[in-house]
């Protein structure tokens, strides 16, 4: 206990969101959340105009709605990939017809309504055009595995033609661009851009005092389980929540530590944070070089898969991944035909003392029972000095780095003094909650040779943190809760996954996070299919099942 005490301060300033009441000092580790309603600053966004989001295919939706939403929706909803292309492939079902399934999803869930969710900031004005294309352009025994013509959400600071990347920021709102290096990567592949996710703005390293899934482009993500009372978990909060609401086939969110295993714990869905360098970071807003990666977001683990294997390709312009050089590698034929008990007993897994959640004892218990062995953990008493530094020191360059190579000429700023004072020219629309963060950024300084030192600290405290115990004990992963262990997977560059294992008393999401180390990608993926298949603890949220 004195040790997650120790964390409480530091977890407060990551992007790795807290649990619940965004004002309280608590650890996530400590929190309860509660069942009451929570009152936000901002709920709807002053700056997004519906009208212009929708006026490229109103028609459409209001045609399909009227005409093929019912017919359709057990072929799509809560389907997996390998489902739906199964679907495609027997004539049931056409990509367009599924991009338009989506898209009325989105029309009637999403905003202006008293189910609003806002978890889509932009959609794609050419997205049925594409469709269709792909549909003309279907290749004869496709393989089920594929993203071909699969519509897939980015979170919004991830770069996309014919949409802006604003980071949720009204500073970036004309920042139109080319794809990003994992965007090309899933166009190659045949995935379908349907549009961008709502985030915490800034990824979360802006506002510091504001809930997660707030951005003044996009308004307040909302969670699906419980509206106005759980947490969505940020930053990648509108990509959670659009996988929990199915308003496409899968997303992409961007962790520096905890942005895609907050969210999608929070909204009971898949989400991989890769080993940093496996997934290209270029055309990506960044917060930190030395730690962001983009990652999938997805209703299933199999689903993940088939997206990570989209998105991976060597980006010679991102040093990590030049130094990483990760090996090809297929992430979905093991899950294909995988046997989970008769997979499981070939594992060795750690568990941590102290952590009394019933779900967590339960999925230890559930996964004793289906043949794994279980290692009862002491969790280390190790810290992790001047984290928030690394990300100050960090976005310092980086982001005038990608506003230069990346950014739009259509912008009006070079770097965070320009970007703050722009933000105080309009405070109620720009930074209703303040930009305290962006402040501490810019106070902050180092040398090369500080910051390296700094760097290098935290990198070998966050592989002794899990070195010591998995070495010691033979284990191929240790489990954890959410994001709970995000900080050290995150300096020690370790990849984590976590998937759904249940919800508490008032209906707020958990998620059971496996941790491995570097380029582990492969065998946290197959840990997590086989825990989903024991356990199948995903449920749709009750409000969004029609």
Known sequence: MKQILLLCTL??????????NTNTQESPEIQKDSNQEREYAVLDSKVLDTSVLWKSFNFEVKTFIETKYDKLKPLIFEKTIPEI???????????????????????????????????????????????GELDANRPENLDLYSIYGMPVLLKDNINASGMPTTAGAVVFEKNTTGDAYITQKLKENGALILGKANLSEWAYFFCGDCPSGYSAVGGQTLNPYGRKIHDTGGSSSGSGVSMAANFAVAAVGSETSGSILSPSSSNSVVGLKPTIGLLSRGGIVPIS?????????????????????????????????????APQTNYINALKNLDPEG?????????????????????????????????????PEIDLPQFVRVLNLDMKVDLPAYISKYGSDKLSVNDLDEITVYNKEDSLIRMPYGQKLFY????????????????????????????????????????????????????????AITVPMGYQKDNRPM??????????????????FAYETISKKRKTPADFKE
């Open 11 to 20: 977890f407060i300033l990551l992007s790795c969101k807290k649990e619940s």
């Open 511 to 528: 998620g059971l996070t496996f941790i491995a180390p570097t380029l582990s990608e492969a065998q946290l993926l197959e840990l997590a």
């Open 343 to 379: 997979f499981l007993k070939e594992k060795r897994l750690g568990y941590y003392k102290g952590y009394e959640d019933t779900l967590y004892v339960q999925a230890v218990q559930a996964l004793k029972e289906a043949g794994a062995t279980l290692v009862e953990l002491e969790r």
């Open 289 to 325: 070089s030395t730690l962001d990666t983009p990652g999938p977001m997805t209703r299933s683990v199999i689903d993940n898969a088939i997206m990570l294997q989209a998105m991976t390709g060597l980006d010679s312009e991102d040093e990590k991944a030049v130094s990483l050089n």
């Open 440 to 495: 501490g950024v810019l106070a902050d300084s180092a040398s090369t040779e500080e910051f390296t030192a700094i760097k290098d600290t935290l990198e070998r405290n966050g592989r002794k943190f899990f070195d010591e115990p998995i070495k010691a004990n033979n284990l191929d992963a240790v489990l954890s809760i959410n994001n709970y262990m995000a900080g050290y997977a995150a300096v020690a560059k370790y990849p």
């Open 85 to 131: 292309q199964e679907a495609v492939a027997n004539g049931k079902l056409t990509y367009e017809e599924l991009t338009l399934f989506y898209l009325s999803r989105i029309k009637k869930y999403d905003r202006n309504n008293e189910l609003s969710l806002n978890s889509v900031i932009a959609l794609n004005p050419k997205v049925l055009e594409e469709a």
